[in-house]
């Protein structure tokens, strides 16, 4: 009897392991090759469709290094109008369509301006505050250099970044994510150029 | 018995449950058709389909000027060079060295050993001279065909090219009779793709059904008009390719394409409609890519037949058309409207040119002193399927036609499909037409002298579909090719725009977006700016879903 009950329980067992191994396979098989795999997308333009800024542009620093001589450099081949004042004051930018920011910190450069970190900070939020009143176009420009990633320059990018009106970055730069991120968040475009080179052509669009 | 029946059906029906409730992202209907099209797929996901809005012309690139037909022979014959990075680099294919002699008229290739074409024969010198000889000699008896864009890069046949010969077995020469900057850039077009010679003699004018290379793919199969299928080179020089198989699938109608896109169908669809763009982005199984606007869509007058011989006419039409009203309305806003024949981003453009601003007024009063007070009527042609820069050419058409009437310019609108179109284009028989051009390199040199050297507008191989002569331009056209002074040639760029800006040949209308995309589990898929992407990179990951 004892036996009995026992082989019985025993089959009750083995069915019940059976029925949760198929359960586990089922599972398997309906999650593995149907469920969507999550990715963030990140949607990046090659260039503007439409022009959306005007001359004359001021183009300043955020953060003083020196990769807004690049950009310098390539707005005089696009022969855009423009003025360079990396320590550009609010004060300053009279009858300005665009403002570019190069965003990029460099301790050596706030040094040699005899600026602080704050007081970088504290311009920047000036000429941000100028742009919105003269409803300038806001650019922001990141080039990264040959710096590895830095917090203060994450800082300056998310400060310019709210007001920027277009993106212009490099891919597989350490900053791509927080590029990525800003965009999405503030439906901003955003273009991401292979290589320093190839940042005229976007920049370009954003004019003409 | 009962206790442990209930306790089994009950275990069961737990386990239906949380079967049910992990299935619940999809639809009972999504996820049958899941497993239909899963079973169908068993076994071929390795097969990548591109669905695209037209079918090619040939498959010899060398006698095409049609970007679809160089979508596919790019997969199937290389060239000795290879533009990468958005054409701002050359880089080696078929011949892993060049120089270039010190007054830039002398170039030797080394090319690579060990090379066989589809048929199994040998890549060698003497085969790169066998294709030269083809494209470059009238008088080849295997130069059968239009070979426009040989006359377009080099001014007729020779042309500059004065010689091509195999010094060794794996070592060309080619000799110019003058230097030409963008050599290297013009080499590295899919249209000089070398064939197998044995291939071209085997063929003769049937060679554009039947391309042979040395590429990742291996042409299978060409049914006109809906599909060409390609398969793996299993014995490519730089190692097999990860898909076995290449569809390329026409689909005329870009809603169409999107379905298809959608349900997972095809994997890449091409010449979307720009006003998808806001749902293909927001679609979490698809990719969205826009090219970059290099191209120019426009509006080519037929400066040899009148009354567009008379620059007033030209210039009537030029104020007639309301560009931002065309880019708004049937470009949905991607678009920018042109004022020269090359893209606002490359090197050369000239920033300064007046555009012509929309004034029926003065477009009438223009017309009013060329001797037509009361308009005229004409023809305005169109091709019948999207291009890169017209996604909507029946619409386009139709503003068009609108616009001219507005200044009593009664235009019928005529529609061809593309092959026919070309050709009659070509021949000059065009009276208005729509057409564009996209550029194959960073150089402004491959748009204006295409479009606008005398040379090009040679009837049967025309590119230049004006039919515009002017001797300043083509001075200024042959002296920017000769020189590699940049500073230089693009001042001579800037002055050209401006006499072709007065002389108002023909109406640039847009510089488009072209937009495209793909299901998340294509991978290695770039899409390049010159419109022509190899697909040798690309795979299909496995893990992701490809059905609704």
Redesign the interface.
């Known amino acids: 009897m004892m036996e009995g009950w026992g082989t019985g329980h025993m089959k009750q067992k083995i069915v019940r392991i059976i029925l949760l191994i198929s359960l586990v396979i089922l599972l398997v098989l309906i999650n593995t090759p149907f469920a969507d795999r999550k990715e963030t997308k990140v949607f990046t333009l090659p260039g503007q469709p439409r022009p959306i800024a005007e001359m004359p542009v001021a183009i300043t620093s955020a953060g003083q290094s020196t990769d807004t001589y690049i950009i310098r450099d390539i707005t005089n081949q696009l022969m855009i109008r423009s003025y360079f004042m990396p320590q550009a004051r609010d004060s300053e930018l009279k009858d300005i369509k665009t403002m570019v920011f190069v965003v990029g910190y460099s301790s050596l450069g706030i040094k040699l301006q005899g600026l602080s970190y704050e007081e970088e900070k504290l311009r920047i939020k000036g000429l941000l505050e100028k742009a919105v009143e003269c409803d300038m176009t806001v650019l922001t420009v990141l080039i990264g250099g040959e710096q590895a990633y830095d917090n203060k320059t994450e800082e300056l990018l998310r400060l310019v970044g709210g007001h920027t009106d277009y993106f212009i970055g490099l891919k597989d730069s350490d900053y791509e994510n927080t590029l990525a991120e800003l965009a999405k968040d503030g439906d901003i475009p955003l273009t991401l150029a292979n290589e320093v080179n190839d940042i005229s052509g976007p920049f370009a669009s954003a004019f003409r | 018995m009962k206790k442990?029946n209930s306790?089994?059906i009950l275990?069961?029906l737990i386990?239906a449950i949380?079967?049910f409730m992990?299935?619940c992202?999809?639809e009972a209907n999504s996820?049958e058709r899941?497993l239909v099209n899963?079973a169908n797929t068993a076994g071929s996901v390795k097969r990548l389909v591109v669905g695209r809005a037209n079918d090619s012309v040939s498959l010899d690139p060398s006698c095409t000027t049609d970007m679809d037909s160089m979508k596919v022979t790019v997969n199937i014959l290389e060239t000795l060079v290879k533009s990468e990075?958005?054409g701002?680099e050359i880089v080696p294919c078929l011949a892993e060295s060049w120089k270039c002699s010190d007054d830039g008229m002398t170039w030797v290739f080394k090319l690579r050993q060990g090379i066989r074409f589809h048929d199994g024969t040998v890549f060698n010198a003497q085969a790169v001279v066998f294709n030269f000889n083809r494209w470059m000699d009238v008088n080849n008896e295997y130069h059968i065909g239009s070979f426009s864009y040989w006359n377009y890069i080099f001014g007729g046949f020779p042309g500059f090219v004065k010689s091509v010969t195999a010094t060794s077995d794996y070592t060309i020469e080619i000799k110019l009779s003058k230097p030409y900057a963008p050599f290297l850039n013009a080499l590295a077009m899919p249209v000089f793709g070398i064939a197998s010679p044995d291939s071209i003699a085997k063929y003769g004018r049937d060679l554009y059904e039947h391309p042979v290379g040395t590429g990742p793919f291996i042409f299978k199969s060409w049914e006109h008009g809906k599909s060409i299928v390609l398969i793996r080179n299993d014995r490519y020089w730089k190692g097999s390719v990860k898909l076995e198989e290449v569809e390329f699938k026409v689909i005329p109608s870009s809603k169409d394409r999107l379905e298809e896109l959608r349900q997972g169908y095809v994997h890449i669809a091409d010449h979307l409609s720009p006003e998808d763009v806001a749902d293909i982005?927001y679609d979490?199984?698809l990719?969205?890519y826009?090219?970059?606007?290099f191209n120019v869509g426009y509006l080519a007058m037929n400066n040899e037949k009148a009354p567009f011989n008379t620059r007033e006419v030209r210039l009537a039409i030029n104020h007639a058309i309301d560009k931002e009203k065309l880019?708004n309305d049937v470009f949905d806003?991607?678009?920018?409207p042109a004022n020269t024949y090359i893209p606002?981003?490359l090197?050369g453009?000239n920033?300064n040119l007046e555009p012509y601003e929309y004034s029926p007024d003065k477009a009438r009063q223009l017309l009013a002193e060329a001797g037509f007070p009361n308009g005229f009527k004409t023809t305005l042609w169109v091709m019948d399927a999207a291009r890169d820069y017209f996604p909507k050419p029946w619409e386009t058409a139709e503003f068009i036609r609108e616009n001219l009437k507005k200044v009593n310019i009664d235009a019928e609108i005529k529609v061809f499909n593309m092959n026919e179109y070309l050709t009659r284009l070509h021949n000059g028989e065009h009276e208005l037409a729509l057409i564009g051009w996209t550029g194959d390199y960073t150089d402004p040199d491959n748009f204006l002298y295409t479009l606008l050297a005398s040379e090009n507008a040679k009837l049967g191989l025309a590119g230049n579909y004006s039919f515009y002569r002017s001797k300043e331009v083509d001075q200024l056209l042959a002296q920017a090719r000769q020189t590699t002074n940049m500073v230089f040639r693009r001042s001579l760029y800037r002055s050209l725009q401006e006499i072709v800006n007065y002389d108002a040949p023909s109406v640039p209308l847009v510089h488009t977006?072209p937009v495209l995309a793909s299901r998340?589990s294509v991978k290695g898929y770039t899409p390049q700016?010159a419109g022509v992407e190899s697909l040798e990179n690309v795979y299909i990951d496995n893990?992701?879903?490809d059905i609704e």
Do not use: C, D
């Open positions: 442990k306790k089994n275990l069961l386990s949380i079967v992990s299935g992202t999809m996820f899941s899963a990075n958005e701002n982005k979490p199984n990719y969205l826009l090219r970059p606007s880019i806003n991607l678009a920018k606002p981003f090197w453009y920033e977006m998340l700016m893990s992701y879903v």
